[in-house]
């Protein structure tokens, strides 16, 4: 049992940086997920990635055009 609690407490940790994009709904979250499975083992990309999933979201803007009550 004490096994099964480690694996699962170091599966957590290891695709930490993939759940966190995952909450966020970021952006880029597929490109997030893949590099942490291929690449996250290395330490420095695990630190890299985790870095990506806290940073910004795309920003989206809002553009309104009213033209109602203009004088012409």
């Known amino acids: 049992m ?3 609690l480690i694996t699962t ?3 957590a940790a290891y695709f930490l940086p993939s759940l ?3 909450v966020r709904n ?3 979250k597929t490109a997030l997920i893949v590099t942490t499975l ?3 083992w290395t330490g420095i990309v ?3 990635t985790l ?3 806290f940073t910004n979201q795309k ?4 553009v309104i055009n009213n033209t109602q009550g203009v004088a012409k």
């Open 2 to 4: 004490e096994h099964v």
């Open 9 to 11: 407490i170091t599966l």
């Open 20 to 22: 966190i994009a995952l």
């Open 26 to 28: 970021h952006h880029n």
């Open 38 to 40: 291929l690449l996250g």
């Open 46 to 48: 695990w630190l890299v």
């Open 51 to 53: 870095i990506w999933a």
């Open 59 to 62: 920003e989206t803007s809002i």
